[in-house]
Every structure is written in structure tokens, then in C-alpha cells.
């Protein structure tokens, strides 16, 4: 090899190393293929299930889907931006795993979202395409048939794995004892309270935190936690007890429930079985059929003022089957 090849191929395996092992892709992408099972990319308008980490270039972990314990499930979108994620995943298919970076700037050049408090040269995707329905010459229905299927069969799985979830919790915490009410819902108290229950028409002033029944914080209302959890601060989260009007099914029916068992002061762990939860369509971050753990404070309780003018009667309305939301 005479000098001149070795100094380009010395600068190619320098460029490479610099990289990690990662392809240079449009807009500044970098892909690095872990493994490819060789089958049909992933198309526009495609059905994809896959499993999917989020993290920063320090490998800060932003959203992880195996956390979740199933699939992220998405039609394949249009790629709005050279070097974007759609761009990174238009390189895969079922089967193949890859660890995908888009860079910032360019996202931000080309006025894509970005996580407000980020800070970092690229958003790493660590991504597994788990499942692909290929729209391909499909009608409507025909594709909308098979994607459901495919939906049905994995949320049967959820279902049938929901009790080993929620057993496995009660393992892993023999030193509380749990009472179960007759609907299912499970609950400790581990700090008393003083006073009469919170009654159906009080106003419950709660600190919350949110947990799947493997630990992993969703949600919470002190700071403190999400610092020790190491959460992204949302900036304009006031992390303070939120009020929770009680028995008006504007909650959960385990919190409904949950919160009429406290008196003021009083902490209380609520295992949520999904059929007083999210039950079959899941919620922000949940799964279907998603047991929860929720750790309570009851702050204070705001009775209703007898005093005030009753509403006006309502005009009769059909009944709605919009699942109650947190």
C-alpha cells in the first residue's frame, strides 16, 4: 500500500472511531445497525411496533417503552426533516435493531420539537422493530383489519400477564400489608391520620406519586422526588398537592375510592388493579391493562360551603363511555 492510500485509510478508520462505528445518513444523522434480519424497510403509511429508548449523548434516560412493559405502536409518518428520527427508522425493518442520533441543531433549524430542557448535541434512539404490517396495496379496511388484530392479540397478553405484575409488587414489599376491598383495590396505610374520613363531595388537598408495580415513577407532585428519581423538571410544574374532588367520577375509580379510606395526615399506599384504572386503552405512559402504585398524602380536606347557590339543572344528556381521567 503506497503512503497515499494508507493516509485515507488511516482517516477512514479515524472518522469511523471519532463516530463510535456510526454511518453518516442526510442532515446530519448518525446510524449505527446492531442487527438486520434483512426484511422490507419501513415504508410511509406502514404499521411499526417497536420498543424504543430515548437518551441524551450524556445517556441521561429521557423515555424508555421496555419501562412500560410493552411496544410503542405507531403508523409510519412522513419524514418532515432530513436527519430525523423517521429518517433514522426508514432504514429498518421488522427485526432489525439500531442505535439511531439526530442532531439538535439541525431539528431546531428546521423548527422540530425539542425537549425544552435539553442540552446536548444529539437525541439518541436506541430502537428494536419488534412487528411491521406493511400498507403496501392494502384497501382501508383490509390494513385497519390486520392492525387491530395484531393490537387485540398484544392487549390479551397484557391482560393475562396483569395479576403476575401485581403479585410480584406484593412480593417485593412483604413488610406492608395490604387490605383488598371487594372491588379489587389494594391498600396500606403507613401513616395515620387524625379526624373523619374525606365523605363524597369534599375536596381532597393530596401529595401523589405515580409508580408502575416495577417501581418506575410516572408522575409526581413534589419536587424532591422527581429530583431523587432524576425526572426532567418540568419548569412550569408547580410540584404542589393537587385538588381532587371526590366521588364526582372525575378521577379514577381507584382514587374515588382510595381517598374516602384517609383522614387528614394520613399516607396510604393504593395498588390499582386497570379495571379501576385505565383499564383497556391505557393513558399517557401507561400501557392497557397497566396495574399502578400510588403513594398518597392526604393533606387537607376542604368540606363544600352549605351556603353556596345550587347549580342549575342540567339538560339531559346520553351517557358517555369516555374513561375518567387523573
Not at 27 to 47: I, M, Q, R
Not at 66 to 87: E, F, L, W
Not at 143 to 159: A, P, T
Request: with cysteine; glycine share 10%; net charge positive.
Amino acid at each position: 500500500m503506497n503512503k497515499k492510500l494508507m493516509f485515507v485509510a488511516l482517516a477512514a478508520i479515524g472518522f469511523a472511531s471519532c463516530n463510535g462505528g456510526f454511518k453518516q445518513g442526510d442532515g446530519g444523522l448518525l446510524y449505527n445497525v446492531h442487527t438486520s434480519k434483512g426484511a422490507p424497510k419501513l415504508k410511509e403509511g406502514d404499521f411499526v411496533s417497536l420498543n424504543m429508548i430515548l437518551k441524551t449523548d450524556k445517556d441521561s434516560i429521557i423515555s424508555n417503552s421496555y419501562d412500560m412493559g410493552a411496544p410503542i405502536y405507531s403508523p409510519m409518518p412522513k419524514v418532515q426533516t432530513k436527519g430525523d428520527i423517521v429518517s433514522g427508522l426508514s432504514l429498518l425493518g421488522e427485526g432489525d435493531s439500531a442505535t439511531i442520533k439526530v442532531s439538535v441543531d439541525s431539528l431546531r433549524k428546521n423548527g422540530q420539537q425539542v425537549p425544552p430542557t435539553f442540552k446536548g448535541k444529539y437525541l439518541v434512539y436506541v430502537v428494536k422493530v419488534e412487528k411491521v404490517i406493511a400498507k403496501g396495496a392494502l384497501n382501508e379496511n383490509a390494513f385497519r383489519d390486520r392492525v387491530m388484530q395484531y393490537i387485540n392479540s398484544q392487549k390479551e397478553g397484557l391482560k393475562t400477564k396483569e395479576p403476575a405484575k401485581i403479585a410480584a409488587y406484593f412480593n417485593a414489599h412483604k413488610d406492608l400489608k395490604f387490605t383488598k376491598t371487594a372491588s379489587g383495590l389494594n391498600y396500606v396505610i403507613t401513616a395515620p391520620g387524625s379526624g373523619p374520613n374525606v365523605a363524597n363531595g369534599d375536596t381532597a388537598v393530596i401529595n401523589y406519586t405515580l409508580r408502575l408495580t416495577t417501581g418506575k415513577v410516572l408522575e409526581t407532585s413534589e419536587k424532591a422526588i422527581a429530583l431523587k428519581e432524576k425526572m426532567p423538571i418540568n419548569p412550569m410544574n408547580p410540584y404542589q398537592p393537587i385538588r381532587v374532588a371526590v366521588g364526582e367520577g372525575r378521577v379514577i375509580k381507584g382514587w374515588d375510592e382510595g381517598l374516602l379510606l384517609l383522614n387528614k395526615g394520613a399516607k396510604a399506599v393504593l395498588v390499582v388493579p386497570s379495571v379501576l384504572g385505565y383499564g383497556d386503552q391505557g393513558g399517557q405512559g401507561m400501557q392497557p391493562y397497566t396495574p399502578l402504585v400510588f403513594d398518597v398524602e392526604l393533606v387537607n380536606i376542604v368540606h363544600p360551603n352549605p351556603n353556596a347557590p345550587k347549580p342549575a339543572m342540567p339538560q339531559m344528556q346520553a351517557p358517555t363511555s369516555a374513561p375518567a381521567t387523573k
